[in-house]
C-alpha cells in the first residue's frame, strides 16, 4: 500500500455462535482529518471484520482524491456511511457527529490510521456486555512491530504526572519514575481489567454508556478528549476498562497536520482538563498557574523531535 506496512492478521475465523446469539449491531466510528496513504488500509481492515455491521466515517478535511473515494466507497458498500461538509470541527465534536449518525447499538471509535486485528472488534464487544452502565473499554494499541504503544493503559493523569510525561523526565531521572502514568513497559494482563485510562485509539462504548456521559466534550479540540471521557466514565460510578485480546495496530503521526500545531492542542487540551477537574479553589488555581508551562512543554517536544534527528 504505497509505503504503508503493517502486519495485518487475516479475517478467518468467524464469531461464535453463542455470541452470534447475544451479539447487537455495532459501529465503528471514524474521524478523518487528512490521513493519507493509511486510511484506505484502515477501512479494509475494518470493512473485513466479520463483527462490524456499519462504519461511519466522519470527514473532517481530505484531499479531493481522499474525499471522492470515500464517496465512492459509500455508494458501492452499503454499510459505509460518509459525513462530509461541515469542515474541520475537531476529534470531539466530529466523533459526537459519527455517533449520533450511527445506527448501531456498540459504538467502537477508531483511529483512521488504526488497523483492526483479528477478533478485536469481538472481544471489545464481548467484554463490555452486561457491564454496569457508564462503561468503556479499550483495546491493546501496537506499533507496527507488535509492541505495546505508549498511552494503551494508563493510570490518572494529573498536573505532575502529566508534565513528567511530556517531559520523559521519568525515564531520566528515577526519583521521579513513580509519577509515570504509561503502563506499557509492564506485562500486559492475561485478561480484562479496570483501568484509569485507555487510549482513544480504539475502545468501544454501548449506546446507552455514550449517551449516560453525553459523548465527547466538545471543548477539546484535538487530544485529551478520550482522558476526559474516562474520567467522566469513573465520575458516573462506572468502569474503564483493558481488553489486552482486542488488539489494533496503531502507525501515528500519519497525518499532513503540522506536529507543531498537533501538540499545541494536547498542551491546551491537558490545561482544560485540570481546570475541568479542580475540586476547590485551591486546584483551580494551581491549575490555571501551570497552564502556559503544560503548553510550552507539549510545543517543545517536536522542536525536540527535530533537534534529535526523529520523523515528526
Given at each position: 500500500?504505497?509505503?504503508?506496512?503493517?502486519?495485518?492478521?487475516?479475517?478467518?475465523?468467524?464469531?461464535?455462535?453463542?455470541?452470534?446469539?447475544?451479539?447487537?449491531?455495532?459501529?465503528?466510528?471514524?474521524?478523518?482529518?487528512?490521513?493519507?496513504?493509511?486510511?484506505?488500509?484502515?477501512?479494509?481492515?475494518?470493512?473485513?471484520?466479520?463483527?462490524?455491521?456499519?462504519?461511519?466515517?466522519?470527514?473532517?478535511?481530505?484531499?479531493?482524491?481522499?474525499?471522492?473515494?470515500?464517496?465512492r466507497l459509500a455508494d458501492e458498500d452499503r454499510r459505509v456511511r460518509v459525513i462530509q461538509g461541515q469542515?474541520?470541527?475537531?476529534?470531539?465534536?466530529?466523533?459526537?457527529?459519527?455517533?449520533?449518525?450511527?445506527?448501531?447499538?456498540?459504538?467502537?471509535?477508531?483511529?483512521?490510521?488504526?488497523?483492526?486485528?483479528?477478533?478485536?472488534?469481538?472481544?471489545?464487544?464481548?467484554?463490555?456486555?452486561?457491564?454496569?452502565?457508564?462503561?468503556?473499554?479499550?483495546?491493546?494499541?501496537?506499533?507496527?512491530?507488535?509492541?505495546?504503544?505508549?498511552?494503551?493503559?494508563?493510570?490518572?493523569?494529573?498536573?505532575?504526572?502529566?508534565?513528567?510525561?511530556?517531559?520523559?523526565?521519568?525515564?531520566?531521572?528515577?526519583?521521579?519514575?513513580?509519577?509515570?502514568?504509561?503502563?506499557?513497559?509492564?506485562?500486559?494482563?492475561?485478561?480484562?481489567?479496570?483501568?484509569?485510562?485507555?487510549?482513544?485509539?480504539?475502545?468501544?462504548?454501548?449506546?446507552?454508556?455514550?449517551?449516560?456521559?453525553?459523548?465527547?466534550?466538545?471543548?477539546?479540540?484535538?487530544?485529551?478528549?478520550?482522558?476526559?471521557?474516562?474520567?467522566?466514565?469513573?465520575?458516573?460510578?462506572?468502569?474503564?476498562?483493558?481488553?489486552?485480546?482486542?488488539?489494533?495496530?496503531?502507525?501515528?503521526?500519519?497525518?499532513?497536520?503540522?506536529?507543531?500545531?498537533?501538540?499545541?492542542?494536547?498542551?491546551?487540551?491537558?490545561?482544560?482538563?485540570?481546570?475541568?477537574?479542580?475540586?476547590?479553589?485551591?486546584?483551580?488555581?494551581?491549575?490555571?498557574?501551570?497552564?502556559?508551562?503544560?503548553?510550552?512543554?507539549?510545543?517543545?517536544?517536536?522542536?525536540?523531535?527535530?533537534?534529535?534527528?526523529?520523523?515528526?
Amino acid at each position: 500500500m504505497n509505503g504503508i506496512a503493517a502486519p495485518i492478521v487475516a479475517y478467518e475465523p468467524a464469531p461464535t455462535q453463542d455470541f452470534l446469539k447475544l451479539r447487537r449491531k455495532v459501529s465503528v466510528v471514524k474521524v478523518v482529518y487528512m490521513t493519507g496513504e493509511a486510511l484506505q488500509q484502515s477501512v479494509e481492515c475494518v470493512l473485513a471484520d466479520p463483527s462490524v455491521d456499519e462504519l461511519v466515517v466522519v470527514d473532517n478535511g481530505s484531499t479531493r482524491l481522499e474525499a471522492a473515494r470515500l464517496k465512492r466507497l459509500a455508494d458501492e458498500d452499503r454499510r459505509v456511511r460518509v459525513i462530509q461538509g461541515q469542515g474541520n470541527v475537531g476529534f470531539a465534536r466530529g466523533a459526537n457527529l459519527g455517533a449520533r449518525s450511527a445506527r448501531g447499538e456498540v459504538l467502537v471509535f477508531l483511529n483512521p490510521d488504526a488497523f483492526l486485528q483479528a477478533g478485536c472488534i469481538d472481544e471489545l464487544a464481548r467484554a463490555i456486555e452486561g457491564r454496569p452502565v457508564p462503561c468503556l473499554v479499550g483495546g491493546r494499541v501496537l506499533n507496527s512491530d507488535r509492541t505495546e504503544q505508549r498511552g494503551a493503559r494508563r493510570g490518572d493523569i494529573t498536573p505532575v504526572s502529566a508534565l513528567v510525561s511530556l517531559s520523559r523526565l521519568a525515564t531520566a531521572i528515577p526519583a521521579l519514575r513513580r509519577y509515570e502514568v504509561h503502563w506499557e513497559s509492564e506485562a500486559a494482563p492475561e485478561d480484562v481489567i479496570a483501568v484509569p485510562t485507555i487510549s482513544g485509539a480504539c475502545f468501544c462504548m454501548r449506546r446507552e454508556d455514550f449517551d449516560a456521559v453525553q459523548g465527547f466534550d466538545e471543548g477539546y479540540f484535538l487530544h485529551v478528549e478520550d482522558v476526559d471521557l474516562c474520567w467522566r466514565v469513573r465520575q458516573g460510578g462506572g468502569e474503564v476498562l483493558f481488553q489486552p485480546k482486542a488488539e489494533v495496530i496503531h502507525l501515528g503521526h500519519t497525518s499532513h497536520a503540522s506536529p507543531l500545531r498537533v501538540e499545541f492542542h494536547k498542551g491546551v487540551g491537558l490545561a482544560r482538563y485540570f481546570r475541568k477537574r479542580a475540586e476547590n479553589g485551591r486546584e483551580a488555581l494551581l491549575a490555571w498557574a501551570i497552564s502556559p508551562l503544560i503548553v510550552c512543554t507539549a510545543i517543545a517536544r517536536p522542536v525536540m523531535w527535530r533537534i534529535r534527528g526523529r520523523a515528526a
